[in-house]
C-alpha cells in the first residue's frame, strides 16, 4: 500500500498512522490513537515497576562467644528486621582457634532460628563460607508488610511526580 493511500485512511478513519518497524522492508505501519497507544505503554511500564519484587536483606554479624546479653539485643535486631517483613542473613565470625569448631557456631545459628521461628523461617541452613557461617531467615508469608509500604510509597511518588 503506498504512503498516500495509507495516510489518506488514517485521516478517514480519525487514526495515527504509526510506523511500527522502519527496518523491515517494505516498513510496517499501523493504523492506531497514538496517545492512546502512549497512555496505555505507560500504564503497563508503571505496573511492571510496582510488581517488581523489592527484596532487603539486613545482615546481623555475631560473634562465637557472644554475651547472652548481647545475644538478646541482636535477636531483637533481628526479630524487628522480620517483623518490617525484610530477610536477614545472619553470620558467625570465627577468628583464630575458633576456626577449628565450626559445631558451636552451627549451634548459635540453629538456637537463634529458634528463637525467632514464630516470624520467620531458614531460607538457607548454616554453611561454612571462609572463616564465617552464613544463614538466611526470610519471614513468613504474612509479614510481607515493609514491601508494601514502599511500594505504596513508590506509587505516591509516580503520581506526584509531573508527567513529561
Excluded: C, W
Amino acid at each position: 500500500m503506498s504512503i498516500g493511500e495509507a495516510l489518506r485512511l488514517a485521516q478517514d478513519s480519525e487514526l495515527d498512522l504509526v510506523e511500527v518497524a522502519p527496518m523491515a522492508r517494505p516498513p510496517v505501519a499501523k493504523l492506531m490513537d497514538y496517545g492512546k497507544f502512549k497512555y496505555e505503554s505507560a500504564q503497563k511500564a508503571r505496573e511492571a515497576r510496582r510488581n517488581q519484587a523489592l527484596t532487603v536483606i539486613k545482615e546481623m554479624r555475631l560473634r562465637l562467644k557472644i554475651d547472652p546479653h548481647d545475644y538478646e539485643t541482636k535477636k531483637g535486631h533481628v526479630e524487628r528486621f522480620l517483623k518490617g517483613g525484610d530477610k536477614v542473613k545472619i553470620t558467625v565470625m570465627f577468628r583464630g582457634r575458633e576456626q577449628s569448631r565450626p559445631e558451636m557456631g552451627y549451634r548459635l545459628l540453629q538456637r537463634l532460628a529458634a528463637d525467632v521461628s514464630e516470624l520467620g523461617v531458614v531460607e538457607s541452613n548454616p554453611k561454612q563460607d571462609g572463616r564465617n557461617m552464613v544463614m538466611v531467615i526470610a519471614p513468613h508469608k504474612g509479614a510481607q508488610t515493609a514491601q508494601e509500604k514502599r511500594r505504596a510509597k513508590v506509587d505516591q511518588a509516580e503520581e506526584q511526580a509531573p508527567s513529561a
